[in-house]
């Protein structure tokens, strides 16, 4: 007898012949990612995965509240839609109703003020004498005898008791929701381009909640930004990683490039200038890193450089394609997004590019072919290129 | 490495480093409170401590009381005052450009009831005497800084408890000298002040200590309850550690106030000449303490000229911090009438006795690098 946790999987069930690998994925993913929790056995039953402790003393298995941080990570491997904490234990029908009765006591212990509750059983195994329905009527009716106070009841119950009987036997109560998606690592890798803001977090989280890895770049300009900006990206990619699991981060040294920019090339444009810049360098890292995609945090008209216009003029310098997750939300919806994934508060953190001598105070919102050409003439692009690609610091997070 | 944000904190100097080393390693380390011999050790060491801090700031040693630093000093000053002396009324005078430690205090006080009169300061820093006058009659408390820690004003103390003697005897004074100490004469018999607060890590010695100074036969009340160590005045268990580090640093400072007082003053004055002759703006008034010069500078943002700065390993601060939402500027030189652009350019420069000539100079050889490197526009 122990504790387990069970996680359910959610689109990968829907698979057809690669489910298999979906699955693999998975499991690789979750190991990955509760690597701090001591040795596990992760092994998998149809649509559930079952996480067991090898070692019996392993802490984050002493109870349901002791196991509140190992059962958050799972909810954070995407593949999984809700996870619950489970006791396992061997034994007959007598073995499972004594079971289903002690741990209702515990649970009453904690919550004495229920009073409603249904019993839902299943049965992997099929050879077991009586079925599910059979199960739930004899354990609720044990339950009713030992605590008098309670009753059952079909619709919104107070409680629901889950009695799962395979190989072994599971009683449980109550799940926490997780963030579904695919495994990360059934797609292709793409390089988010990530700011200090908290668009470009949401727009990694989001492509890694369809499977892929990632890796970030992030443009740095010391002294026009800060140290602690760059330390702000570093916190937002550990955060995203918590998704995406383990990623490369790119940081270039961006100030000669901007330097250069801002005293030859023409100021309302200059936003337009540096994003096309910033895709070419983010680009050449995608290849060097065998990225398919970029992605950025991108929604239509919330800033000057994300209107229609400018987007077309951003977008024409790269081949790759630009993955924008967030071009369709409201702000309000991404920063709600932001918050459920933590990284919220460390995006509003005041250290965002005090460069505002770079911010033009009325720049171009509707740039043309034209207003392009006029605005590089006087820059080398390919240099800026080049001297980008030159200085870059990468960080494994 | 150039370290002019001595207004900030400074390093601790050699005299606390060996002090606190040779003590951490003795059996000085009872509770003076024990009343076996380690206890009565500490305690006689302790009562030493604070005769001598006491004497070298020309106080009585029942008049000094040791604090964690320079804020629970205002905090106890102030809220103490008032607390213990409602009857005496309920109206205080200060400026708006004290300290966080005293404005917080004041603001709490005025959603109590209290009336707080904020005289204006003009462009040097200086408040208004004739509004002090006008106000004076009914007043209970008046809340000054000696000297500005923005911008190195100096306070025109001896006009003020002048007028406070004519106009209103009753009216006490506190003096925040957090920024004054070791830079000048501070005789607290003679200065006319009832209440005054002192910090350890701004004159060379280390944080977590900090001194109160309260007259005799002026009452305030404890904002620390407990075991009434210190005469009740601030409970909890005496560190004598903290305590002599602050007598270390002191006597430190004060031997080598009037050398070091002389080189900082042609530090500043070169530094003014050469910042100006380039086109950036002095903040800090003609007269006012020359371990504080505050600097506007053309075409940088503060935290850029900030940042620009640290790649060289000069270190000086800023109280402007620029987000491309909320743009802070110093509400101090905003109370000066200075201009919100200006401002926003504000650099503080701040020293100690430990900065050179040559580093002033190194100093402005780096501007003109920085210059020629990132201005843009």
């Known amino acids: 007898m122990g504790n387990v946790i069970l996680a359910r999987m959610g689109e990968v069930t829907l698979k057809g012949l690669n489910r298999?690998?979906?699955?693999?994925?998975?499991?690789?993913?979750?190991?990955?990612?509760?690597?701090?929790?001591?040795?596990?056995?992760?092994?998998?039953?149809?649509?559930?995965?079952?996480?067991?402790?090898?070692?019996?003393?392993?802490?984050?298995?002493?109870?349901?509240?002791?196991?509140?941080?190992?059962?958050?990570?799972?909810?954070?491997?995407?593949?999984?839609?809700?996870?619950?904490?489970?006791?396992?234990?061997?034994?007959?029908?007598e073995v499972i109703r004594k079971e289903a009765v002690e741990y209702t006591r515990v649970l009453l212990q904690e919550h004495p003020e229920y009073k409603t509750f249904k019993v839902e059983a299943r049965r992997g195994d099929k050879s077991f004498p009586m079925d599910s329905r059979e199960i739930s009527a004899e354990a609720g009716g044990d339950i009713i005898e030992a605590f008098p106070q309670l009753s059952a009841k079909m619709k919104d119950p107070d409680f629901?008791?889950?009695?799962?009987?395979?190989?072994?036997?599971?009683?449980?109560?109550?799940?926490?929701?997780?963030?579904?998606?695919?495994?990360?690592?059934?797609?292709?890798?793409?390089?988010?381009?990530?700011?200090?803001?908290?668009?470009?977090?949401?727009?990694?989280?989001?492509?890694?909640?369809?499977?892929?890895?990632?890796?970030?770049?992030?443009?740095?300009?010391?002294?026009?930004?800060?140290?602690?900006?760059?330390?702000?990206?570093?916190?937002?990619?550990?955060?995203?990683?918590?998704?995406?699991?383990?990623?490369?981060?790119?940081?270039?040294?961006?100030?000669?490039?901007?330097?250069?920019?801002?005293?030859?090339?023409?100021?309302?444009?200059?936003?337009?200038?540096?994003?096309?810049?910033?895709?070419?360098?983010?680009?050449?890292?995608?290849?060097?890193?065998?990225?398919?995609?970029?992605?950025?945090?991108?929604?239509?008209?919330?800033?000057?450089?994300?209107?229609?216009?400018?987007?077309?003029?951003?977008?024409?310098?790269?081949?790759?394609?630009?993955?924008?997750?967030?071009?369709?939300?409201?702000?309000?919806?991404?920063?709600?997004?932001?918050?459920?994934?933590?990284?919220?508060?460390?995006?509003?953190?005041?250290?965002?590019?005090?460069?505002?001598?770079?911010?033009?105070?009325?720049?171009?919102?509707?740039?043309?072919?034209?207003?392009?050409?006029?605005?590089?003439?006087?820059?080398?692009?390919?240099?800026?290129?080049?001297?980008?690609?030159?200085?870059?610091?990468?960080?494994?997070? | 490495m150039i370290y002019y944000d001595n207004s900030a904190t400074t390093r601790p100097c050699d005299e606390v480093r060996d002090l606190v080393t040779e003590q951490l390693a003795s059996d000085l380390f009872g509770n003076p409170g024990s009343l076996h011999k380690l206890g009565v050790a500490a305690d006689k060491e302790y009562k030493r401590v604070t005769a001598s801090v006491a004497s070298i700031l020309g106080a009585k040693p029942d008049e000094i009381f040791f604090t964690s630093c320079g804020s629970e000093s205002a905090n106890t000053a102030i809220r103490g005052f008032v607390s213990r002396n409602k009857r005496s009324g309920s109206k205080i005078i200060s400026t708006r450009t004290e300290h966080k430690a005293t404005l917080e205090v004041l603001s709490l006080l005025e959603k109590e009831g209290y009336e707080v009169v904020y005289i204006s300061v003009g462009r040097d820093g200086k408040p208004d005497l004739d509004q002090i006058r006008e106000n004076i009659a009914d007043c209970s408390l008046m809340c000054f800084t000696h000297v500005n820690n923005e911008t190195g004003a100096i306070l025109p103390l001896e006009d003020i408890v002048s007028i406070r003697n004519t106009l209103n005897r009753k009216c006490a004074i506190y003096l925040d000298c957090v920024q004054s100490l070791g830079k000048l004469a501070i005789d607290l018999g003679k200065m006319g002040v009832e209440m005054a607060s002192f910090s350890g890590h701004k004159i060379h010695g280390i944080k977590g200590v900090g001194v109160l100074y309260v007259k005799n036969n002026t009452r305030i009340d404890p904002?620390?309850?407990?075991?009434?160590?210190?005469?009740?005045?601030?409970?909890?268990?005496?560190?004598?550690?903290?305590?002599?580090?602050?007598?270390?640093?002191?006597?430190?400072?004060?031997?080598?106030?009037?050398?070091?007082?002389?080189?900082?003053?042609?530090?500043n004055s070169y530094l003014r000449d050469e910042l100006a002759k380039r086109g950036n703006i002095i903040l800090s008034p003609d007269d006012a303490l020359p371990f504080v010069l505050n600097c506007s500078f053309r075409g940088f943002q503060s935290e850029t000229m900030l940042h620009c700065l640290e790649i060289y390993d000069i270190f000086v601060s800023t109280v402007s911090a620029c987000s491309s939402k909320a743009k802070k500027v110093s509400y101090v030189l905003l109370e000066y009438g200075i201009d919100r652009m200006i401002a926003s350019n504000a650099v503080r420069l701040s020293f100690s006795r430990e900065n050179t000539m040559e580093e002033a100079e190194e100093f402005i050889k780096t501007v003109d690098e920085i210059y020629a490197k990132y201005l843009v526009g």
């Open chain 2, 223 to 267: 904002l620390i309850l407990g075991g009434g160590q210190q005469k009740g005045m601030r409970s909890g268990t005496e560190s004598l550690l903290l305590a002599s580090s602050f007598e270390a640093a002191l006597s430190a400072a004060v031997k080598a106030r009037e050398e070091a007082y002389k080189n900082i003053r042609e530090i």
């Open chain 1, 160 to 397: 629901i008791l889950n009695i799962e009987v395979r190989d072994f036997n599971y009683v449980y109560s109550g799940k926490i929701m997780a963030h579904r998606g695919l495994p990360v690592g059934t797609a292709g890798k793409g390089m988010l381009l990530l700011s200090g803001g908290i668009d470009s977090p949401v727009a990694g989280y989001m492509m890694a909640s369809r499977g892929m890895p990632l890796e970030c770049v992030y443009f740095h300009s010391h002294p026009y930004t800060s140290d602690q900006a760059k330390d702000k990206v570093i916190e937002l990619a550990r955060i995203v990683s918590g998704f995406s699991g383990t990623l490369k981060l790119h940081i270039v040294n961006f100030t000669e490039i901007q330097l250069d920019m801002v005293r030859n090339s023409p100021q309302d444009m200059i936003t337009i200038t540096m994003r096309r810049v910033m895709l070419q360098i983010a680009e050449r890292l995608a290849q060097q890193n065998n990225c398919k995609c970029l992605i950025t945090g991108e929604s239509l008209g919330q800033v000057a450089s994300q209107t229609l216009e400018a987007i077309n003029v951003t977008n024409e310098v790269v081949k790759m394609p630009i993955l924008r997750p967030l071009i369709g939300l409201d702000k309000q919806d991404t920063c709600d997004i932001s918050r459920r994934i933590g990284a919220f508060e460390t995006s509003i953190l005041p250290y965002e590019d005090c460069c505002t001598i770079f911010v033009a105070k009325h720049p171009k919102t509707h740039p043309t072919k034209d207003d392009v050409i006029n605005a590089e003439k006087n820059i080398n692009i390919p240099n800026m290129i080049e001297l980008g690609l030159k200085d870059v610091e990468t960080i494994v997070i």
């Open chain 1, 20 to 93: 298999g690998n979906f699955e693999t994925q998975l499991k690789h993913n979750l190991k990955w990612r509760l690597r701090g929790f001591g040795k596990l056995d992760i092994y998998q039953s149809q649509s559930r995965i079952w996480i067991e402790p090898k070692e019996e003393d392993n802490p984050n298995f002493a109870d349901g509240e002791a196991a509140q941080d190992i059962m958050k990570a799972v909810t954070q491997v995407f593949g999984i839609v809700s996870v619950s904490f489970a006791v396992k234990f061997e034994g007959d029908f």
